[in-house]
Structures are given as C-alpha cells and as structure tokens.
C-alpha cells in the first residue's frame, strides 16, 4: 500500500518535470496551445467545450448540449456555468445554469437558453450557434442545490426558464432512484409554451411521487402575463403541507419577491431557496448621488452616476475587468474599495469602509471612490 | 496651434488641421467597422503559425534520418541539408509570423477590443528575447510618440547608426555598414537590448541597482529563448539519437549541435526579414526626420501629419503584407497603431489619396528601392554630410 502510494507520487512528480519541460519547449506558449490544435478539449491552460446538440424547447428557447473538455468537474444539479461568447468578434461572459443532470452517462452538460428581448447574448447562443462551435467554460458554481442526504420534501416553485435548476434536479433525483415527494408548480405562457413541459408531463405520469401544477398565465396570442399570478391562496390550494417543505424557487423577481414575503410571514424563510436570473435592486435614494471613480490600477478617473454599476462604469472607460454573471451570483468581478464610499444596488446598503470586497457588478458609486481594479 | 518650429509643409495650420479630422474620420471608420471577420482572421492566423512551427521542428528533426551515418540510400549531407532547410524556412516563417503579424499587432493593443481574456496585450508573451512589457515601453511609447524626432526616438539610428543628415557626424559612424549587417543578423537580440534604460544609464540618469533590475529582467526573458531553441529542442533529438547509437552509430552530439543549428539558422532567418521591413519603414530616401522644437505643442493634425512624412510603405501582395506583420504599411500602422493590421490594406487606399489631395508625399515603393536606399543611405551616412530631403514635402 505504502509502497503503491510512493510509486503514485513518483508517477506524479514524473509527469509534473515532463509536463514543464514540454511547456518550456513551447515557450512563450504552453504545451497545451499546440495540442490544442489537434483537439481544443484536451487544452490544459483554458477550459472548452464543443456544442455538440442544439434542440428548440419552446419558440424562444434552446437547449444546447455542450461536451467538456477533459478539466471539467462534475455539477450538482441546479448549479450554474459561465460561458464565454464571442458576438461579431467580442468576447463577451454569461452565467447559465446547468438543465442536465450530472447523471448523464455521455459526459455532456445541456443549458436551456430562452432569447430574452433585446438581450444580444441570449439572442445569439438561441439563434446562431452552430454544432461543432467550440466556447470557452469555467467549472459550475453556485450553492443553489439539495442536500446531498438529509431527506427533503421539494416544493419547486418556478417560472418561465427559471424551470432549468428544477429539471436539473427532478432529473438528478430520478436517475438516482429517490425522488421523494415532490411538488411542482411552474408558471409558464401557455401549454404548448412551456420549457421542458412533455418531459414534466412524463415524469408526473410516472412517478406518482411527483405532483405537477402547470399555471398558464397568457392567453394565447398575448404576449402579456393576464392571469395566474403567485398568492397565496393558490399555494395552499396546490400545496396544502407547504410549511413542511422545502422550497426551490426560480423565475422572475416579481415571483420571488412575493415568495420571499410569504415565506417570511409564515416564519419559514430558513426554507425558501432562491436563483435569482436577475440581481434584484433596491431603490436607490432620491437624493443618492454618484462621484469620480478612480481605478487605482490602471490609472483611469472617471465620472459615474448612482446607478451605473461600476463593472460598466470600467467596461465604459476602456477596462476590460473580470466578470461572470454580472448580477452578483459568481464573485468573479471582485475587487478591493481602496477609498471613498459604494452602494450596493441589491440592499442599498453602502461601503465606505477601505479594503472592502466590492463586487462591481452590482454596486455603484456613492459619491468619490477609489477601486483597486 | 502652431509648433515652435513648423513642418515641412506648404498647408496653413487650419489646412492641417482639417486634414486631421479627415483623417480621423476615416480611422473612427475604420475602428466601427470590426467584427466576426476580424476575430476569425486572427484566430486562423494564430493556427496557422503554431501549426507551422511545430511541422518545422519536426522537419527538422526528419532530416536527420537522412544523416549520412544512416545505412539506407538516400543518407547522405545533401539530403539531410536539403530537407532541414525546408524545415528551418518553415519554422523561420513560423517566427516571422508569430513576431511581426501576431505579436507585434497585440502588443500595440490591436486585439484589445476583442475583450478575448487569451488575446490582451497587457499579458501576451512573445518569441523574442526582448520582454513584451520592455518593448511595449520602448517601442509603443518611445517610438511610436517620438516617431523620429532626432535625440528623442530611439530608433532613429537604434543609437549606433546615423540615419539622416540631422544627426551630427561622429568618427564612430565609419563603421556603420558594419553595425548595419551585424545588427541584421542578430536583431533579435539587438531589440532585447534596444532600452531607453542603457541610454539613460550612459548618460548617467539611471542608477546602476536600477539599470540591473532591467537587465536581470532582460535576461530572465532571454533565457527562456535560448534554453528553448538551444537547449531543450537539440536535447530532445540528441536523446532520441543516444537510444538509436545503441543499435547503429549515431553520435547524439552530432544531432545536438545539428538541431541547435537549424533552430539559430531559423532565428537568422526571422532577423534578416524583421530587420529589412523595419528598416524599410522609416529610413529610405524621403523619409523626413524632425527636430524637438517641430513637435512642441503638437496638434492632431501636426501629429498625423508626422506620422505620414516619417514613414513609408513597402509594394506587395497579400501574403507579402501578411508576412511584413502588415509593417508594409508602416504609415498606416503609424497612423493608427491601435487598429488591427488587417484593415491596414483596407484604408490605405483613402490615406494616399487623402495625402494626395492635400500635396502631401505618400512615400510607397518595391522593396528593391526601399531597402536600397536605406543601404545607399547608410553608405553615405557613415560619412560627413549627407542630402537632406526637400526642405518643403510635396506629392
Ligand atoms: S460578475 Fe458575477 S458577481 Fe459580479
């Protein structure tokens, strides 16, 4: 055993001299640049993947089944990606989450897409990519999932393509042989406008275990919600035990907002779980005002409003900073407040004090500030 | 705004300045017009050199099968010569590329606009033992600001060498076909030690400890270089050669020293023609040199202008261009240093007839005059004296 173990390290180290010698030949590049070229999912120095399956879900939604390359880790189901897109030459980052189920015996994850108006991104991935495009990933993140053992009850409550955690999980819990006791109910238009609807169908019809409330809230040919919405007389109708669950809950702020209350005067906030699609802001003060932003780093001092998040007050001067989501969920767009003072757009709530984490995609200038960006 | 000391032009300074706005329209053009065909150019491109640096060193290492100590009939140095050589152009190329039309271009910020967390000048790495963050420095903002105004942009001369009659006559000039030849072939190692930091180290202005940290800097850089081509590749070879020596005689020292050879001829390769483009773009016959009190308080307009009389263009076809890292179009890329270099060939057409309508010289020749004038020009230099271009620049 010990012996295996020594070897094992002695492998290890091997592999790690001859993996720096092959990155020194390559030299300013890395190995992984040139075999890159034969296959961009064996690359080591930046994560890929190939769209390997595109499948409209509904007339403005798409699931595009993507293979990894050979760094990915396994999600858990109901985690987000971030993806990069290239959009008439610019690179441009976005956080979907992840439809699939890590079950998924091919090794290929699958996001659901729906073309949002005006959203450019959504737009492209929905219409223009092609199989065979290769993009760049990152590892899944987030912490909006079940627990691993403790036994729940789900109460999913979803709307729209905020469905794509929820699948993820009744699929996960399927291929797994435990879905418990699950109830569903998921506001879409109509009937024949519903992501993923003959699957949810399906699983309702076979799993006596698992309650599907459908809520249709358009009328056909409107593209205006009339009808349906969330209260809580509907919930108790749907969900009669619903205090004893746990709810799963994604869709648009409005929903989540009303739920948030629901569960807060029934004391049960502790069991609400929450995705947001969008960063959910307060009101910003009447009498806010915004300030010069100066990026200590690079040197940049420029004007922004109270309102302007400061990753596009950066973005808008000419930066490029790191981002994901841009709504506040990946962190990957933090950076250090060196001076002065910022508004999270989300609370309201304002940072003032020095070396500060500030995440500037969700918070704007209140009054001067000093970023070290 | 008039400089201290006008240019040589016959244009009012409001007819300079409107051609700067035209100018400027035709680069906001320009800049709008990127997109898709652009990223997928540099993306081909990139491909396209990698893939073909790597074929060269494995052709490289192929023609050493051909190794007259190889029993088999087509053994022999002719051959081994032959099918090296093709490898070491190939790789040559590869370098040529990877140096002028992919680095060169990113380094200038070029590709910024893409927001491609892989293609950003400020962490690009180059094939040059120069540091990209060093030449960054002393090119973008030395040369690219100063663009030769004598005593200011170091690369008037590159510090060795009187390029225009401007420059005052000094007996150590009469070696300058010398540096000229010597720095061809090593300009690669030239450019690592072309530092405003040395200069100013000479003159005094910079500490020793600080100059040090430069060249440690420097060296570090050129390390990795000399260990890749020098050492690493020739060792792989020879270790393959040490195991075959166990069955036929194959001396591996002899495929060490052989590797390395091709790997320096390669470099050489890549020096000659980056050091003949380069050449090419500010020291033939008619290109202007200027004197600081020409740029002090500069206009836009001034500044296009300078850029325009201080550079000139070299004829040729596409692949031509792509191989000159689009540096055939120097005026161009003086003009608009930060647009990408595939749309050089796009906009020069409206350049020189912008230079055309204002009277103003479009200097664009083959590379037989481009390059022969600079030679006869470094001839003539090396002496006192010299012929000044036309006191007023007209089309
Ligand atoms: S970009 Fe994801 S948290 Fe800001």
């Known amino acids: 055993m010990l012996q295996q173990q020594s070897g094992n390290a002695a492998l290890g180290f091997v592999k790690n001299q001859l993996s720096n010698i092959a990155d020194m030949m390559a030299y300013p590049l890395r190995a992984s640049h040139y075999v890159e070229l034969v296959n961009p999912l064996w690359t080591t120095h930046k994560l890929q993947a190939k769209v390997v399956a595109v499948w409209d879900e509904t007339k403005d939604a798409r699931t595009i089944t993507l293979q990894p390359g050979g760094h990915w880790r396994l999600p858990r189901a109901g985690q987000h990606v971030r993806i990069g897109i290239p959009i008439k030459g610019k690179h441009y980052t976005r956080t979907y989450t992840i439809s699939s189920a890590p079950e998924r015996d091919d090794g290929c994850f699958t996001i659901t897409v729906k073309a949002i108006a005006g959203g450019r991104v959504s737009h492209h991935i929905v219409r223009n990519l092609k199989v065979g495009d290769h993009l760049p990933i990152a590892i899944p993140q987030g912490d909006f999932y079940l627990p691993d053992a403790s036994p729940i009850q789900p109460l999913f409550i979803t709307a729209g393509s905020g469905i794509t955690p929820a699948m993820s999980m009744l699929r996960s819990l399927i291929s797994q042989q435990r879905l418990p006791s699950t109830v569903h109910i998921h506001y879409a238009p109509h009937e024949f406008d519903v992501i993923f609807g003959q699957e949810l169908r399906q699983i309702a019809t076979n799993h006596q275990h698992y309650q599907l409330h459908e809520v249709h809230t358009h009328e056909f040919g409107d593209d205006k919600q009339t009808k349906g919405y969330f209260s809580l007389e509907q919930l108790e109708r749907y969900c009669p035990d619903w205090k004893e669950r746990d709810c799963y809950a994604c869709g648009p702020p409005g929903l989540l907002a009303a739920l948030e209350k629901t569960f807060e005067q029934a004391g049960r906030s502790r069991h609400l779980h929450i995705e947001r699609f969008l960063a959910d802001f307060a009101e910003v003060p009447a009498d806010a005002v915004g300030g010069k932003v100066r990026f200590a780093s690079s040197g940049v001092e420029v004007d922004a409003d109270s309102e302007t998040n400061l990753l596009r007050v950066a973005e808008d001067a000419g930066l490029n900073p790191p981002h994901g989501c841009r709504m506040g969920i990946c962190h990957t767009c933090n950076t250090t407040l060196k001076s002065g003072c910022v508004r999270d757009l989300r609370s309201g709530e304002i940072l003032n004090e020095a070396g500060a984490i500030v995440q500037t995609c969700v918070c704007a200038a209140a009054g001067d500030c000093e970023l070290e960006l | ?395």
Not at chain 2, 174 to 195: D, N, T
Not at chain 2, 280 to 296: K, L, M, N, R, W
């Open chain 2, 1 to 395: 705004m008039a400089t201290a000391k006008p240019l040589p032009v016959n244009l009012t300074d409001d007819q300079i300045d409107e051609f700067g706005r035209e100018m400027e329209a035709i680069y906001d053009e320009a800049m709008a017009s990127r997109g898709d065909r652009d990223r997928a150019y540099i993306l081909k491109l990139m491909k396209t050199q990698r893939s073909m640096a790597f074929i060269g060193r494995m052709i490289i290492y192929a023609s050493l099968f051909l190794l007259p100590t190889w029993p088999h009939a087509l053994a022999s140095w002719g051959a081994t010569l032959l099918v090296a050589g093709i490898g070491v152009l190939m790789l040559g190329i590869a370098k040529i590329l990877e140096n002028m039309e992919i680095a060169h271009n990113v380094l200038h910020a070029q590709w910024d606009w893409m927001k491609d967390p892989d293609i950003q000048s400020n962490t690009w790495e180059w094939d040059s033992m120069s540091p990209a963050d060093r030449w960054m420095h002393s090119h973008n903002v030395v040369h690219h600001t100063w663009t030769n105004v004598v005593g200011k942009d170091l690369d008037v001369g590159y510090g060795i060498m009187r390029v225009t009659p401007m420059q005052p006559w000094h007996p150590k000039y009469l070696l300058q076909p010398v540096y000229f030849v010597i720095l061809m072939l090593f300009f690669e190692e030239g450019v690592a030690l072309h530092e405003q930091a040395l200069v100013d180290y000479f003159e005094g202005k910079k500490k020793p400890k600080d100059l040090g940290r430069i060249l440690r800097h420097v060296g570090r850089k050129a390390w990795r270089q000399i260990r890749k081509d020098y050492l690493l590749w020739p060792a792989a070879g020879a270790l393959v050669a040490a195991v075959i020596n166990l069955f036929i005689p194959y001396p591996p020292l002899t495929v060490f020293l052989a590797v390395m050879a091709a790997n320096a001829a390669a470099n050489i390769v890549r020096n000659i023609w980056a050091f003949i483009i380069i050449f090419c773009g500010h020291f033939p016959d008619g290109v202007y040199a200027f004197t600081p009190d020409q740029i002090e308080g500069e206009s836009k307009g001034q500044w296009y202008l300078r850029q325009l009389l201080g550079s000139a263009n070299i004829n040729g076809g596409r692949l031509f261009h792509i191989l000159s890292g689009n540096l055939s179009h120097q005026i161009e890329h003086h003009l608009f240093p930060d647009l990408c270099s595939n749309h050089y060939p796009v906009v020069a057409p409206r350049v020189q007839a912008l230079a055309a309508r204002y009277g103003v010289p479009y200097n664009k020749a083959s590379i037989w005059r481009q390059f022969g004038t600079t030679w006869k020009n470094n001839l003539r230099l090396a002496l006192p004296g010299g012929k000044l271009p036309p006191a007023v620049a007209t089309a």
